[in-house]
Each structure stands twice: as structure tokens, then as C-alpha cells.
């Protein structure tokens, strides 16, 4: 039996099959979990029914963070078919692409920032409090997807970076808001990975290069290995970790120094 056997996952953000969320669906439908999913809009519906047909979802429901009615209705909807929601993902980051290039100084506006932050950080907590009815009183958890730039200066992650520091705030807050209501909120904070999210970003190519040589792993990392940590904190095993970052970065974010001559 699975370490998930019984819960109901919600997971946001699948896109493809390359998606972080695709690899925490899996991991946790691979452990036990029943999974319902969410698309973000009419053009994105076909291929996340598909996926999700592959993990033998039995909901697939709209949402579009952007929108406080987008977030109300999926819980509505979600509550027709489950009294229940064990375990809500959180896979969702959106800035405008001219955000993403150039000095951060010189790039960024009033209204990138704004949509960065709504989107990429906002959001989730819009996503707890709207399913804090469902999820408060049974063993419950909350994930979400960050990334080093929250901590570090990484050249054009720019607008975003100052978006997940306003992510990973909001997972401790979050957590001490709704520990002793028997939920737990954590992120896991992954290296780069080749997704639809990085796909256009200027030099990605360089930069996963510069991490394979940084990183103790020597390696990039996989949205499997995101997966299972992601399920891990997910699941009851974890019952004593909540308001934590956990690196699954292949120990890139703990090395200091790398020699270039070997
Ligand atoms: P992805 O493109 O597969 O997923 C991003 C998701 O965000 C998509 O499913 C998209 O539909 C969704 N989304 C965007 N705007 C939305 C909205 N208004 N409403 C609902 N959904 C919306 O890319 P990914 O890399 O899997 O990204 C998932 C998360 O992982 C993001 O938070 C990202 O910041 C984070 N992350 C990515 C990497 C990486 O290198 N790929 C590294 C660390 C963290
Ligand atoms: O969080 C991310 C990507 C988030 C993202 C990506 C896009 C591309 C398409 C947010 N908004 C958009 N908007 C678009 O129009 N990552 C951690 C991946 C990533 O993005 C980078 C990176 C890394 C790593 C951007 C610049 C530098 C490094």
C-alpha cells in the first residue's frame, strides 16, 4: 500500500508532460492518492484531460487564478464530488515574458509587478483560504513550486524572484495560520528544469550548464525527484514539517564555490 493510500489530491499547473506538477500527479497516484486537476482555461482543457485520463483522475475541473470567481467555483464544483481535500498543489507562476530579460531596474513596471506577484504568489494563498472548509480537521496539506531566485539575484528572473520571496513569506504565514487547524504548508524549492515555463527564457541553455557544473549532484534534476519529495511532504510521514522551503536542487543552493579548472 501506498504512503497516500485514501487521500484526494488537488493539483494545479499540469501543461504538458514535462510539467513539475505532471511529476508530483504521478508520484502521488503512484503512492495512492485519487487526483483531480485543473486548467487554467478552454485551450489548455483537451490536453489536461488527457493527462489526467492517464493517472485515472476521476475530476478535472476549470480554474484561472486570475480571477477570485475562478477560484470560488472550482471549490464549488469540487465539493459536489468530494467532502474532502487532503492535499491541495500549488504549481502556478506567471510573469509578462518582457519582464524576464534585461536588468531587473530597467525592466521592471508597476503593472509586471503586479501581475507577477498576483499570479505567482497571491494565488496561493487565495487557493488555502478558499479551501480551508474542505481541508481543516484531517491530516490536510498544502505545496507549492519556488525557486532559488527568491533568495539569490539570478540574471532575468528579475520581477519573479521578488515574486517567490512573496511566496515562500506567504508559505510561513500560511503554515501559522493553519497549523493548529491541522494543516500543513510547505514548497519544495526546485533547480531548472526544461518546462513550457522555461522554454523562451533567454540563455536557459547556459544556465543549466552553469548548474550541472555547480550543483554536488553534477546534474540537473527531474520532475520525478520533485514528485517524490513533493508526496513525501504530502503525506502523513511528514505530519511534524510545515512553514519549511526543502531544496530538491541536486545541493546547488549549498555549494560556494566551483573550480573551473577540472
Ligand atoms: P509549466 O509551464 O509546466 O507550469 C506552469 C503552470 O502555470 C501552467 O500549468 C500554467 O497553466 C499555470 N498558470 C499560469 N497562469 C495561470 C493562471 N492565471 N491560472 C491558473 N494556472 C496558471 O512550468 P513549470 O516549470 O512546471 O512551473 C510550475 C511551477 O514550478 C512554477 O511555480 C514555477 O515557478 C516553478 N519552478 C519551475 C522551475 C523550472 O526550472 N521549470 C524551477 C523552480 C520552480
Ligand atoms: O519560475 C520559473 C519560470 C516562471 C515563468 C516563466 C515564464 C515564461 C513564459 C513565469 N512567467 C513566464 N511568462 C512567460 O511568458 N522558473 C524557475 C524557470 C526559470 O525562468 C527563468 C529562469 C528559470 C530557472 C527566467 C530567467 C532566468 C532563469
Redesign the pocket.
Known amino acids: 500500500m501506498g504512503f497516500l493510500s485514501g487521500k484526494r489530491a488537488l493539483i494545479?499547473?499540469?501543461?504538458?508532460n514535462?510539467?513539475?506538477?505532471?511529476g508530483i500527479a504521478r508520484a502521488m497516484r503512484r503512492e495512492g492518492a485519487t487526483i483531480a486537476a485543473?486548467?487554467?482555461?478552454a485551450k489548455?482543457e483537451p490536453r489536461v484531460r488527457k493527462l489526467a485520463d492517464e493517472l485515472d483522475a476521476p475530476i478535472v475541473l476549470p480554474?484561472?487564478?486570475?480571477s477570485d470567481d475562478?477560484i470560488l467555483n472550482l471549490f464549488s464544483e469540487l465539493r459536489n464530488t468530494w467532502e474532502g481535500l487532503d492535499i491541495l498543489v500549488?504549481?502556478?507562476?506567471?510573469a509578462h515574458q518582457e519582464e524576464l530579460v534585461g536588468p531587473f531596474v530597467e525592466t521592471v513596471t508597476r503593472e509586471g509587478f503586479r501581475v507577477a506577484h498576483d499570479?505567482?504568489s497571491y494565488?496561493f494563498a487565495a487557493l488555502g483560504k478558499a479551501a480551508l472548509p474542505l481541508m481543516e480537521g484531517r491530516q490536510s496539506a498544502l505545496l507549492?513550486?519556488?525557486?532559488?531566485g527568491s533568495v539569490r539575484a539570478i540574471p532575468n528572473y528579475n520581477v519573479?524572484g521578488l515574486a517567490?520571496a512573496s511566496?515562500e513569506a506567504n508559505v510561513r504565514y500560511m503554515a501559522q495560520s493553519m497549523g493548529k487547524k491541522g494543516i500543513r504548508v510547505n514548497a519544495?524549492?526546485?533547480?531548472?528544469?526544461?518546462?513550457?515555463?522555461?522554454s523562451g527564457i533567454k540563455d536557459f541553455r547556459s544556465m543549466l550548464a552553469g548548474f550541472e557544473q555547480a550543483a554536488p549532484l553534477g546534474r540537473l534534476i527531474t520532475?520525478d525527484e520533485v514528485g517524490n519529495a513533493a508526496a513525501f511532504l504530502c503525506s502523513d510521514l511528514a505530519s511534524g514539517i510545515t512553514g519549511e522551503i526543502t531544496y530538491v536542487d541536486g545541493g546547488f543552493n549549498t555549494a560556494g564555490a566551483i573550480l573551473t579548472t577540472s
Open positions: 494545479t499547473g499540469i501543461a504538458s514535462r510539467s513539475i506538477a505532471w485543473t486548467y487554467p482555461n489548455m480554474c484561472d487564478v486570475s475562478g500549488h504549481s502556478i507562476a506567471f499570479i505567482s494565488s507549492t513550486i519556488s525557486y532559488i519573479m517567490k511566496l519544495v524549492s526546485a533547480g531548472p528544469i526544461r518546462t513550457l515555463a522555461a520532475i
